[in-house]
Nanobody, 129 residues
Framework: EVQLVESGGGLVQGGGSLRLSCEAS????????IGWFRQAPRKEREGVSA????????YYADSVKGRFTISSDNAKNTVYLQMNSLKPEDTAVYYCAVRKTASSGYLSWPFATWAYTFWGRGTQVTVSS
């Protein structure tokens, strides 16, 4: 059974940092690309960052470039999202998701929710002003 479990969310003041983790199980981790998404109240789910199957292709939404960093520890089947300089507009539920891809280094449509097969349940991030 495929499982994705996010953790690391919480309440933080603006300018602070959090590190989210997504621990995966039930599938061959190296065969999948991984994305981080978020959904704020009354807004659509949006892509934040993604990493290709080879972990060489890395993608960020413009809104988080320079502040967020995605990384992967294949030995632990875990992907991280380091979030620095957090802003109130970063407040959302953050989800990780995976998709199997043929290409190892390139990820087409990195932020297309329809491209991802399995999703975690999310972790809440709240940034106060």
């Amino acid at each position: 059974e495929v499982q994705l479990v996010e953790s690391g969310g919480g309440l933080v003041q603006g300018g602070g940092s959090l590190r989210l983790s997504c621990e995966a199980s039930g599938f061959t981790f190296d065969d999948y690309a991984i994305g981080w998404f978020r959904q704020a109240p009354r807004k659509e789910r949006e892509g934040v960052s993604a990493i290709s199957r080879s972990r060489e292709g890395i993608y960020y939404a413009d809104s988080v470039k320079g502040r967020f960093t995605i990384s992967s520890d294949n030995a632990k089947n875990t992907v991280y999202l380091q979030m620095n300089s957090l802003k109130p507009e970063d407040t959302a539920v953050y989800y990780c998701a995976v998709r199997k891809t043929a290409s190892s280094g390139y990820l087409s449509w990195p932020f297309a929710t329809w491209a991802y097969t399995f999703w975690g349940r999310g972790t809440q991030v709240t940034v106060s002003s």
